[in-house]
């Protein structure tokens, strides 16, 4: 049940936008090669270059689903199918090798099933609404959200 509350919950990057300074690594020097993340489509990189050049403050924003911008369907997951995942936590979910044995088949599920998606999203939607509030020593408030104080 995690994997679908992990995909159903990323599947939510089916709508939205992000500022170049979250994916730019993946178009000048992925994982420190100083050339693009291969597993994203080619023309892809080349109008995010062109969108967010390295000399920029990384501001600019772009969709996160490419294929419809505003609206929220499962084309995320195709987009994932054809290295169209902008953020590269994204991508790894059909890309990376840990995915064969996780979460592969599950992007290929919701990418060719968009009832099966809405329907299980909705499901790990009210299980996150249903996490208890830590409090008093049990739980903290970061300084940095991404990061355990």
């Not at 609206?71 to 994932?80: G, I, P, R, S, V």
């Amino acid at each position: 049940m995690c994997l679908f509350f992990i995909c159903g919950c990323v599947g939510g990057h089916t709508i939205g936008l992000a500022r170049c300074t979250t994916f730019s690594a993946r178009l000048f020097n992925f994982s420190g090669t100083g050339t693009a993340d291969p597993t994203m489509e080619t023309n892809m990189v080349t109008d995010l270059q062109s969108l967010c050049p390295q000399s920029s403050d990384g501001n600019a924003t772009t969709a996160l689903d490419q294929n419809s911008t505003d609206l929220f369907d499962n084309h995320y997951f195709k987009n994932l199918l054809i290295g169209k995942g902008l953020l590269s936590s994204d991508q790894v979910l059909f890309s990376s090798s840990e995915a064969v044995s996780t979460t592969k088949a599950l992007v290929e599920s919701y990418s060719n099933d968009s009832s099966n998606f809405f329907q299980d999203f909705a499901s790990s939607m009210i299980k996150m609404g249903n996490i208890s509030i830590l409090t008093g020593s049990e739980g903290e408030i970061r300084t940095n959200c991404r990061v355990v104080n």
